[in-house]
C-alpha cells in the first residue's frame, strides 16, 4: 500500500496530511514553517509513513508561487510529488462530511483527490525552461511599469505643452525620448510647472532605463529560444517573445502523453457538453491562459499572412463558423504543431509542417 501525502502551501507553513490508498486518514497532521529546514522536516515525516507502508507520494496544491520551494526540496530529495490544481481540491473538500475550511481539511482534500485522479502532472523543474520563464516573466513586468510611467508621463507632458504630446506609441523609442529630454529641458516654465518639468524629465530617464533593459533581456531570449526550440522559431507568427513564452508555460514537453493533453493543458481542446444520442461540445475556459495566448498570438499573425492558416480560417468562414469559432479551431489545429516543435531537434520530423492544419 502507497501512501499520499497531501500538501496544503502557504507562504508561511505548509501543511501535510498523509492517507491510506483508500483515503483514510493516517495519524495526525504535520504543520511546518516554509523554510529549508521545514521542508526536511515533512519530507522526513513522509518518508516515515512510506517506510511503514510500502512508499510514499506527495501531492502538492500546484500553485507555483508558494510551492516552488517545497517542490524544489522534495525532488532534489528523490521524491515523487504530483501537482494537484486548486479546484481539484475544492471539489474534494466540498464532497467530504467535513464541514468548514481549514489547512489539515484541505491537505486531506488535496490527498484525495490526488488518489481520485490517476493522470495528475508530475512535478519536475528544468533549469533552461525556467530561465526562459523567469526572463519572460521579468521582461514582462518591466514592460508593465514602463507603461505605467509612460501613462504618467503624457499628463504632466500635456500640463506642460499640448505640443509635446508624442505619437501614440511612439515613446518605446530612445531617440523619442531623448528629443523630448532636449524639448523640456529649453522649455520655459515657471512656478509649479519647474517641479512637473523635473517629474516629467524623472520619468523619461526611467522609461529609457526600463526600455533598454527590456531590450536586453529579448535579446537574451533570442539566444534561449534559438538554442532551445529552434524549430519552434520557424514557425510562421510565432516571434522570439511568443516561443520563450510557449517554452516557458510549457516546460517539459515530455510530461504530455501526447498532443490532445498538451491542447487540453493550453485550454484550446473543446469540452464535451452533451449526453445521449447528440454531440455537442462547448468552449473550454480552463487551461494554461498564458499558453492559450501564446496560441491566439500565432493564429492572428498567420491570418494576416498570406498562407494555408489563412486559408484555414477563410474555410472556416465560409462553412459559417463566426471569427471567433474560426479562430478557436485554428487554435486546436495550431496545438498538434506546437508541441511537435517543441519536442527536441534529434526527435522533430525533417519534413515541413502546415502552419494551421
Not at 510562421?236 to 498532443?259: D, H, M, Q, W, Y
Request: net charge positive; hydrophobic share 40%; with cysteine.
Amino acid at each position: 500500500m502507497v501512501v499520499m501525502v497531501g500538501v496544503d502551501v502557504h507562504k508561511d507553513t505548509h501543511c501535510a496530511v498523509a492517507v491510506d490508498e483508500v483515503g483514510r486518514q493516517l495519524g495526525k497532521p504535520l504543520t511546518v514553517r516554509a523554510t529549508d529546514a521545514g521542508h526536511l522536516q515533512l519530507l522526513r515525516w513522509a518518508q516515515r509513513h512510506g517506510q511503514e507502508h510500502d512508499g510514499v507520494v506527495l501531492a502538492v496544491e500546484d500553485c507555483r508561487h508558494v510551492s516552488g520551494r517545497l517542490e524544489r526540496a522534495l525532488l532534489a530529495a528523490g521524491a515523487r510529488v504530483l501537482r494537484v490544481p486548486p479546484k481539484l481540491m475544492a471539489g474534494a473538500r466540498a464532497s467530504a462530511r467535513t464541514r468548514g475550511k481549514s489547512d489539515p481539511i484541505d491537505a486531506l482534500a488535496i490527498a484525495r483527490a490526488a488518489l481520485r485522479e490517476p493522470d495528475l502532472p508530475v512535478a519536475e523543474h528544468t533549469h533552461a525552461s525556467r530561465q526562459v520563464k523567469l526572463l519572460v516573466d521579468h521582461r514582462e513586468d518591466l514592460v508593465n511599469t514602463r507603461t505605467q510611467a509612460q501613462n504618467r508621463l503624457r499628463w504632466h507632458l500635456h500640463e506642460l505643452d499640448p505640443a509635446l504630446e508624442p505619437k501614440p506609441r511612439s515613446l518605446d523609442s530612445v531617440s523619442v525620448l531623448d528629443d523630448l529630454v532636449e524639448r523640456l529641458q529649453t522649455l520655459p516654465v515657471d512656478g509649479v510647472h519647474v517641479t512637473v518639468r523635473r517629474i516629467a524629465l524623472e520619468l523619461l530617464a526611467d522609461i529609457r532605463d526600463l526600455t533598454l533593459r527590456a531590450r536586453a533581456l529579448e535579446k537574451e531570449l533570442t539566444g534561449l529560444t534559438a538554442a532551445q526550440a529552434p524549430q519552434l522559431l520557424a514557425l510562421p507568427g510565432c516571434g522570439v517573445l511568443t516561443a520563450a513564452k510557449i517554452i516557458g508555460e510549457t516546460a517539459n514537453p515530455g510530461r504530455f502523453r501526447s498532443e490532445a493533453s498538451f491542447a487540453m493543458h493550453a485550454g484550446v481542446a473543446p469540452i464535451p457538453a452533451s449526453s445521449g444520442r447528440t454531440n455537442r461540445h462547448r468552449l473550454a475556459r480552463g487551461g494554461n491562459r498564458q499558453l492559450n495566448a501564446a496560441l491566439h498570438r500565432i493564429a492572428i499573425t498567420q491570418i494576416r499572412l498570406d498562407g494555408p492558416g489563412r486559408d484555414y480560417y477563410q474555410r472556416r468562414l465560409d462553412k459559417h463558423n463566426t471569427k471567433m469559432e474560426a479562430i478557436r479551431a485554428m487554435k486546436r489545429r495550431l496545438a498538434p504543431v506546437v508541441f511537435t516543435r517543441l519536442q527536441p531537434t534529434d526527435q522533430a520530423p525533417t519534413a515541413s509542417l502546415p502552419l494551421a492544419a
